[in-house]
């Protein structure tokens, strides 16, 4: 791996809203499962071109199918496979 370049991982979530419970007047939380990741050394031009391309290909899938789909990288480390908002009483 050469110096400019760092570890990667760019990751591919289908999104949902979802109602947590009544409590406090009732809260809502973001549930967010991976579909797909790429964990790779790149450096950040790269990535960067990486991701545009990425989510262009998201929004046009998330559109045709009607998903909520969202793009996240992640530094030096893989993606988690949940990648939820807190749940409100955890």
Known sequence: MKLYEK??????????????????????????????????????????????????AVDAVGFKHNLSLEVHVFEGKAAPKDYSDQKHYE
């Not at 947590?20 to 450096?43: C, F, L, S």
Request: no cysteine.
């Open 7 to 56: 570890q990667f991982s760019v990751a591919v979530y289908n999104t949902a809203r979802l109602f947590g419970g009544h409590e406090e007047g009732g809260w809502w939380y973001t549930d967010r499962e991976k579909v797909k990741d790429v964990y790779k050394p790149i450096n950040k031009i790269t990535l960067d071109k990486y991701y545009n391309r990425i989510q262009k």
